[in-house]
């Protein structure tokens, strides 16, 4: 069961109705719209109150912490866009395939242009997205607002778009605190339906004291329904100050009983009943919330059914302080109940935050080891490599080992290759003893990472295929792993019968298992030993099924499809269908930045294969370029049997190609195709370098390089080019 996705908030009945900011936006042709202001401006009711207006046609995305992923961030929007109309296309699998960074953006606003307009997308409390990788994508948004759509965004801080760019091009609507101010007939209106009134000498005074601040008339109208005199209220920016009026005129008024179940459910970002029950131990905390948010604006309801709640930040910011001069034992006690609560209602990833406050390192550890597979999977890299690093903060950590080991892998995955090393050599340096939540062994976990990095070649490989076999769960889909790396180990080292057992056992070990990507990437080695005995028959037939697999798990961004399409390519060669080898080449090709040293069997298989292809197709320079990749892992992982003879004697055929000027998509490097995708963004040169842990002269070379084999002159020629050359794959 996964957090709620926050809906519009439904509009409260006591709140000032802002008419002339709702005109103001109504009547706004900006596509995008910015309210920056601090807390207690009202920010959220303007939108909650403009969203009315603007009826269903609106997306709404309250951010967190949790949004400081980009996958996490743009899945919520789509989510968001997708209840409002069926997107025709799947939005897991964009995200999975391409993440949610910057050079994800263009493609996407691309597909969610096809909703039909008006369309309205709100991020509240964008202050919550600090990743520079989040607020880049967002700024590449407001950059592409489509025809018809609106972007508004709400943050206490300064927004993370080049707003300097949108008031040029006059395309950004931006409120800041002097249109949030409330006016004096503003503050009659709020102060009479708090049940209090001050003479219109008194009203002007008061507005002037407080500049309008509509948290700060608020606290006032508290303070006269006590009888207490107003002496003003200005936010200056002085927290002791907005705490010493909130403790004075909300947390001194309250019952004891409201007031400890305020500061104890502080600790959660959002509440509900059930959830404010187990935290404090107590019951009837729905009710308690009702009657809290009826008669406290500072609790905010989420939704339209009194479900789920959250408090005022500056009353949140108020409430823990209260908690931090208490015994930090209770506080604990408190994030320990709410993992607890999480964990048992499905929603894990929640539990993990609240296990670490609450010090219960064992239960951080074995759910982020239980939860960091699937969330890589579903996109969400950032996420994995936080967990990771908090841990890595800590002094002991069960399972840090096998947590470290699953995530060099997971980097590997996803053509990292310096930080699969680096993962790789911390979980070496951890210790190996002890048996995991899933019944697999520390040290065959280990041995499992070694044999699939294959740093230490062919016999290695094999040795440490065996050690994780002997330490691995019976039921767990790693031993068809193991099994395929074993028969690979043997193959490298020419021992084709022996190997293509193993790959039947672990095609059927996969199959059983559920292990889709696998189960294709091992048909398509089979299909390289029956080409290899001019078995053609066979390898049509091993393909096929491979590539019904890649079609139907929509596999096609995945490391180990990029096998099954250059070796589709090559059969297709092979049967004289050159069209259809060409457009399974190019499929392949988009995935050579997956193809690094850090899985390098694989890697320099499809790396080979694609050579072949390009030769087939007559593509000497794009040969040349797979080549160069392929001679680059070697030069890191030498001893990779048989695969550096087949590289030889491939390099030997393409040195004998008289080649013109490299040039097409099909020469660019690995460092070029890195590249491309961020040219379509508002990313400078140096931003992309820095994006890209390079200098700004190695970027520059490069994107002068990209435009020569391309035969183009600008950025938007290249993109261009490049959209072209993806359409017709």
């Known amino acids: 069961m996964r957090r709620p996705l926050a809906a519009v908030p439904a509009v409260r009945d006591r709140l000032v109705h802002r008419a002339a900011l709702i005109q103001d936006l109504m009547s706004s042709?900006?596509?995008v719209i910015a309210l920056v202001a601090p807390p207690g401006y009202g920010k959220t009711t303007v939108l909650t109150q403009w969203a009315e207006q603007l009826g269903p046609r609106v997306a709404w995305v309250s951010c967190s912490r949790r949004h400081n992923d980009p996958t996490e961030l743009w899945g919520d929007i789509l989510a968001a866009l997708d209840?409002?109309?069926?997107?025709?296309?799947?939005?897991?699998?964009?995200?999975?395939?391409?993440?949610?960074?910057?050079?994800?953006?263009?493609?996407?606003?691309?597909?969610?242009?096809?909703v039909s307009a008006p369309v309205t997308v709100i991020l509240d409390h964008l202050e919550a997205v600090t990743s520079p990788e989040c607020m880049s994508s967002i700024a590449e948004f407001a950059l592409r607002v489509p025809p018809g759509w609106t972007l508004a965004l709400s943050s206490r801080d300064s927004l993370p778009i080049g707003v300097s760019k949108l008031r040029v091009d006059r395309r950004i609507l931006e409120i800041g605190v002097e249109q949030l101010a409330m006016s004096a007939s503003e503050a009659s209106e709020l102060l009479e339906r708090e049940g209090t009134g001050v003479p219109l000498t008194l009203l002007d005074e008061l507005v002037d004291r407080t500049e309008g601040w509509p948290a700060g008339l608020y606290l006032a109208a508290l303070a006269l329904q006590s009888g207490e005199p107003v002496t003003g209220f200005t936010f200056t920016g002085d927290d002791r100050l907005v705490d010493d009026y909130l403790r004075f005129e909300i947390l001194d008024r309250l019952p004891q009983s409201q007031l400890e179940f305020l500061v104890r459910t502080s600790i959660l970002d959002r509440m509900s009943g059930p959830l404010c029950d187990a935290v404090t131990g107590g019951q009837g905390s729905a009710r308690t919330l009702k009657v809290l948010e009826r008669h406290n604006l500072l609790v905010v309801p989420l939704d339209r059914r009194g479900d789920w709640y959250r408090y005022h930040h500056m009353l949140r910011d108020l409430l823990h302080a209260e908690l931090r001069r208490g015994d930090p034992a209770v506080a604990r006690q408190l994030h320990s109940r709410a993992a607890d609560w999480y964990e048992m209602n499905g929603m894990a990833e929640d539990a993990i935050d609240h296990a670490d406050l609450a010090g219960d390192t064992e239960r951080q550890s074995r759910l982020v080891l239980q939860l960091m597979q699937p969330v890589w999977a579903s996109g969400r890299v950032d996420t994995v490599r936080s967990w990771m690093e908090r841990l890595n903060a800590k002094a002991q950590v069960p399972f840090g080992g096998?947590?470290?080991?699953?995530?060099?892998?997971?980097?590997?995955?996803?053509?990292?290759?310096?930080?699969?090393?680096?993962?790789?050599?911390?979980?070496?340096?951890?210790?190996?003893?002890?048996?995991?939540?899933?019944?697999?062994?520390?040290?065959?976990?280990?041995?499992?990472?070694?044999?699939?990095?294959?740093?230490?070649?062919?016999?290695?490989?094999?040795?440490?295929?065996?050690?994780?076999?002997?330490?691995?769960?019976?039921?767990?889909?790693?031993?068809?792993?193991?099994?395929?790396?074993?028969?690979?180990?043997?193959?490298?080292?020419?021992?084709?019968?022996?190997?293509?057992?193993?790959?039947?056992?672990?095609?059927?070990?996969?199959?059983?298992?559920?292990?889709?990507?696998?189960?294709a990437l091992i048909l398509a080695e089979l299909a390289l030993i029956a080409a290899d005995r001019g078995q053609w028959g066979q390898v049509g037939s091993l393909l096929e099924r491979a590539l019904e697999s890649v079609e139907q798990w929509r596999l096609d961004m995945y490391w180990s499809s990029g096998l099954v399409l250059a070796v589709a390519g090559r059969a297709a060669a092979h049967n004289g269908r050159m069209g259809e080898a060409r457009q399974f080449v190019r499929r392949a090709a988009l995935l050579?930045?997956?193809?690094?040293?850090?899985?390098?069997?694989v890697s320099v298989q499809t790396l080979v294969e694609l050579c072949r292809g390009y030769l087939e197709l007559v593509d000497p320079s794009g040969a040349r370029a797979v080549l160069e990749q392929a001679q680059d892992i070697l030069r890191r992982r030498p001893d990779l049997g048989n695969l550096v003879l087949a590289v030889t004697r491939l390099q030997e055929r393409v040195d004998q190609i008289t080649v013109a000027e490299a040039r097409g998509v099909s020469t660019l490097t690995t460092a070029e195709l890195r590249l491309m995708p961020l040219l379509s963004t508002h990313l400078s040169a140096p931003q992309i370098a820095e994006r890209l842990f390079v200098s700004p002269h190695t970027v520059k070379s490069q994107i002068k390089s990209i435009y020569r084999k391309l035969g183009v002159s600008s950025r938007a020629d290249a993109v261009d080019r490049m959209a072209e050359y993806d359409r017709r794959r």
């Not at 951890?430 to 062919?458: E, H, I, Q």
């Not at 020419?494 to 292990?515: K, N």
């Open 29 to 31: 042709d900006q596509p």
């Open 83 to 114: 209840s409002l109309e069926a997107l025709g296309w799947d939005p897991a699998a964009q995200l999975t395939a391409r993440g949610g960074g910057v050079e994800a953006v263009p493609p996407l606003m691309a597909a969610m242009s096809d």
């Open 402 to 519: 096998a947590i470290d080991a699953h995530g060099a892998l997971i980097f590997a995955l996803i053509g990292r290759p310096r930080e699969a090393d680096r993962w790789a050599d911390v979980a070496e340096s951890k210790t190996r003893d002890g048996t995991l939540p899933d019944g697999n062994t520390v040290t065959a976990t280990l041995a499992y990472m070694r044999a699939l990095l294959g740093r230490d070649g062919p016999a290695a490989m094999r040795a440490d295929a065996a050690l994780a076999l002997d330490g691995l769960s019976p039921v767990t889909p790693y031993r068809a792993t193991m099994q395929f790396t074993e028969a690979m180990s043997w193959l490298l080292e020419g021992e084709v019968e022996r190997a293509e057992a193993l790959l039947t056992a672990s095609y059927d070990a996969a199959v059983a298992f559920g292990a889709e990507p696998l189960a």
């Open 592 to 601: 050579r930045p997956l193809l690094t040293h850090a899985l390098p069997v």
